[in-house]
Structure formats: structure tokens, C-alpha cells
């Protein structure tokens, strides 16, 4: 297999476009997998993706769009897959083209539900990806911030290093900086941990608590996650680096954050459903909260934040009530 090789995006919303940009500042061409033939044609005639990061201007010619995953697939040799992870099992099951021979970049960061997989794990399980094939993106980086050029900083993690560090290269750019690691586990199981966290720290902007106690929930988070990675894929990992504590911070605190958006929605009172209406955008801690508790079911890590947001988003219970217990449980 060669690599990178010829790049595909799958999937169509804003961090698909911002990585679409970003590697088009170094190859000549993508391919590029969006599943509605109406919004590839906006794309073509407008010069930009006509849903997302709208400001993003493309040399259309520079890419082969296709509402056909099996013909993205068959023409590539790296996919990057950026659907939004309850969607995920969807698009893999129109497939009769081989996952197993491809190199394979998560740039999910969510949970397949059902399965309660990271998509590394779910490709490896059901797909036969070799794991030395399979890479995790991750790291502080809003598509928003990505689109205006702003300095931003990504990590690529594989269990094959030198594998990583060729994308590395690949990625990076003057307002991208890159790092490689071998913690895929770590760093996708943290990417859904801090949409959670994010969530929680939204609720409580909704309720009207001040940045002192933002600062004391996001400690405890900070260490909630800690705990849960070290029981769940126990390695020699620093919590405080920027694919951790980084994205985590940004998550929680960035007005582009859609999970912190979410919660202070919840936290002002409106219901779980109407607040996914009015986003129109999927904020993936929803899902990666329900998937987090039912994994810990078999590992019985103390996450309070966790189960204090599921028990809000999922048992209706009182924001303010659930928020004030939290509250009592810290130092």
C-alpha cells in the first residue's frame, strides 16, 4: 500500500471541509465523498462547500466529488473519515469495496453506538483494517479557526510511528502544527470525553455559573478523564498534553464549540430535542455520553461529570438540581 497515496474526505460538514483544505494546500487533488448529489452540485457551481464554512473558497477542478462511497473508495488509498459517528455504520454498509487494503485516518470524535466501539476499534473488528493501518486524528482544532488560517495545532496518532509521522508531514502547513503519537485509544476515547465535559461546562454557563467554577469543573474533568483512560487503555501517556488537556480546554470554553453550545441550551432550559433542532448541527457528546456510561458499566471508573450530564440529558432530571450535587463533590 502506498501512502498516503491518493487522499479521499468522507463526509461533508465543516471539519471535512476545513481537512479537505488543508490537504489541498499540499496535494494537487482530492477525492471527496458527500452522500447528497444536490449539495455537490451547489459545491461545483459555487466554488464552496454551500452548507459549511461557507467563507472556504475550493478550485472545484482540484476535486473529484462522488455521492457513491464505492468509487471514492476504489479510486483511493487514504480515506479520512469525518461523518459524524452516529451516521458512520450508514455509509460503511453501502460498501462492496474492501476497507482492509486502505490506510485509514478517524477524524471522529465519537463513539459507534450500538457496538459502543472507537471507530478504530470498529474498523479493526468489522472491516479488517490492520491496526498499523488505522490512524486517529486529534488535537485542539475548530474547523472555524482552521478556515481563517488561524495557528492551530493537530496530533496523529498509529501505532506505526513512522506511518504517522508521514502524515504528519503531510497535514502540516504555516497555520498547522503537527505531532505524532501511538495513543489512537487514548486520544479517541478523549476526544469524545471532552464533547462531554464540554457539554457540562455549557450547562453550567446556561445556569449562570462564573469562570471560578468553570475552572473547578474542568480540574475535575481533567482528572475524570485521567482516571477513565488509564483504566481503559492503561499506557504511559501525559494527560496535560495538547491532544488531551488541549482539546479538551478549547472544546469546553471556544464560542465555536457546538458541544458547549448544546449545554447551555440544556442549561437555560430548553429540552434535549429542541435544542438539536435549533443547532441544525450535531453535537457529538450527546451520543458519546450515553456510549461513555454504558462502557463503564463494565469498568466502574468514578466519573460524576459524566454521569451527571447523562442524568440530565437522558433521565430529564433537573439541570439545576443535577449541577448542584456536582458542585458538592468538588474541592
Not at 455537490?40 to 475550493?58: C, E, M, Q, S
Not at 501511538?182 to 476526544?191: K, L, P, Q, R, T
Not at 468553570?214 to 480540574?219: D, E, G, H
Not at 440529558?313 to 458538592?328: G, H, M, N, Q, V
Request: net charge positive; with cysteine; glycine share 6%.
Amino acid at each position: 500500500m502506498k501512502l498516503p497515496g491518493k487522499i479521499a474526505i468522507m463526509g461533508g460538514g465543516s471539519w471535512a471541509t476545513a481537512i479537505a483544505k488543508i490537504v489541498l494546500a499540499q496535494d494537487d487533488s482530492i477525492n471527496w465523498y458527500m452522500r447528497r448529489d444536490d449539495r455537490i452540485a451547489d459545491f461545483k457551481r459555487l466554488g464552496h462547500n454551500p452548507a459549511y464554512l461557507t467563507g472556504v473558497k475550493f478550485d472545484v477542478k482540484r476535486i473529484n466529488f462522488s455521492s457513491n462511497i464505492n468509487d471514492i473508495v476504489k479510486d483511493s488509498d487514504t480515506l479520512i473519515f469525518v461523518t459524524p459517528s452516529p451516521y458512520l455504520k450508514v455509509h460503511l454498509k453501502k460498501l462492496k469495496t474492501k476497507l482492509k487494503d486502505k490506510f485509514i485516518i478517524t477524524a471522529i470524535k465519537g463513539i459507534v453506538p450500538d457496538e459502543n466501539l472507537i471507530v478504530s476499534e470498529y474498523l479493526a473488528q468489522e472491516y479488517g483494517v490492520p491496526e498499523e493501518n488505522i490512524a486517529a486524528l486529534g488535537g485542539p482544532c475548530h474547523a472555524e479557526e482552521v478556515a481563517l488560517e488561524r495557528l492551530s495545532y493537530l496530533t496523529i496518532a498509529c501505532p506505526d510511528k513512522d506511518k504517522a509521522r508521514i502524515l504528519a508531514r503531510k497535514l502540516a502547513s504555516q497555520y498547522i502544527k503537527t505531532s505524532v503519537s501511538d495513543d489512537v485509544a487514548g486520544i479517541e476515547y478523549g476526544s469524545v470525553l471532552k464533547n462531554v465535559y464540554a457539554i457540562a461546562a455549557g450547562i453550567c454557563s446556561g445556569l449562570k455559573y462564573g469562570d471560578n467554577f468553570q475552572a473547578v469543573l474542568i480540574s475535575n474533568a481533567v482528572q475524570e478523564m485521567n482516571r477513565f483512560l488509564n483504566t481503559v487503555y492503561p499506557i504511559n501517556r501525559s494527560i496535560d498534553d495538547s491532544a488531551y488537556l488541549g482539546d479538551l480546554l478549547v472544546t469546553a470554553y471556544s464560542n465555536f464549540s457546538r458541544n458547549r453550545t448544546f449545554g447551555t441550551m440544556i442549561g437555560r432550559g430548553y429540552s434535549v430535542k429542541s435544542a438539536q433542532i435549533e443547532m441544525e448541527m450535531i453535537a457529538e457528546g450527546y451520543y458519546g455520553t450515553k456510549c461513555i456510561k454504558e462502557i463503564n458499566k463494565h469498568y466502574h471508573v468514578n466519573m460524576p461529570i459524566l454521569d451527571a450530564v447523562y442524568n440530565i440529558l437522558y433521565e430529564r432530571i433537573s439541570p439545576a438540581i443535577e449541577i448542584k450535587l456536582l458542585t458538592d463533590s468538588f474541592r
